[in-house]
């Protein structure tokens, strides 16, 4: 070995000592079953060439799931059901990664979230990247009926009054603190929670429209600090709480000013 192939390889030693000790950002993704990440598999490939790290957690029903070989259960109303020898609750999986996403949500786990009750590997998983105040992103394009369901009943979307419920729950996870992000645009997403941009209006966002929900609130704002508005514009009052509480400046701008 020559003078410079010995410089290549301790060159490469190097960088590879340097890229582990750098501490990556990591991501847990829970999907419905082991087919539902197939779409999600660009997005994957993406996260790695900006070195973001991530886990795929699969659903094997509500109260279990597979994480690796390592099968996670669910807690009782006091107790673990069931795990193996090495696998974690699902309530302490959050502390391993810095963002949890949930691609599709159902009616069934919205509603457990909603009311604080555990019992399921999705409900357990929210609430404590809740309480952990960890950043939770869900797919906004969810139909609120499970995958398995769909295929049993052959049928895509809820009835009417279920899809009210439904949608009812979403405005009371995004109150909670919870984000909502299309299904294609999950990549994004990430990066502007787990980077800080360097632009000096990225803390800034606009918004145009005449009525402001927290619907658009909890998709959009995600790390801004300070929302403009028209002068006019229409708040509502989960709107007015979720801004106090994120500590977002509102800044009403008159018509005809800069």
């Not at 070989?69 to 009782?76: A, C, K, L, P, Y």
Request: charged share 30%.
């Amino acid at each position: 070995m020559d003078k410079q192939q010995l410089a290549n390889l301790v060159e490469q030693i190097t960088r590879k000592l340097l890229e582990n000790e750098t501490p990556k950002k990591k991501v847990l993704f829970i999907f419905c079953d082991s087919y539902a990440h197939e779409p999600f598999v660009d997005q994957l490939i993406l996260l790695k060439s900006r070195q973001i790290d991530y886990d795929l957690l699969f659903l094997d029903g509500e109260t279990s799931a597979w994480l690796g070989i390592q099968q996670i259960q669910s807690t009782g109303a006091e107790q673990l059901i069931a795990a193996d020898e090495y696998a974690k609750a699902p309530i302490e999986l959050p502390k391993e990664y810095d963002a949890i996403i949930v691609p599709e949500i159902d009616l069934d786990n919205a509603a457990r979230v909603c009311h604080g009750m555990k019992g399921s590997v999705k409900a357990e998983i929210i609430f404590s990247g809740l309480v952990l105040n960890i950043p939770i992103v869900i797919g906004e394009d969810s139909p609120g009926i499970k995958r398995a369901d769909r295929r049993t009943l052959q049928r895509l979307q809820l009835p009417l009054p279920y899809q009210r419920k439904f949608e009812k729950y979403k405005l009371e996870l995004a109150e909670m603190g919870i984000q909502f992000s299309k299904a294609s645009e999950l990549y994004e997403t990430i990066l502007q929670l787990l980077f800080e941009e360097s632009k000096e209006d990225s803390a800034s966002i606009f918004f145009q429209e005449k009525v402001l929900t927290l619907k658009w609130l909890s998709t959009n704002i995600r790390n801004k600090k300070t929302l403009f508005v028209k002068e006019g514009t229409t708040l509502t009052p989960l709107v007015k709480d979720y801004l106090k509480e994120k500590g977002i400046k509102l800044v009403i701008q008159k018509e005809g000013s800069g």
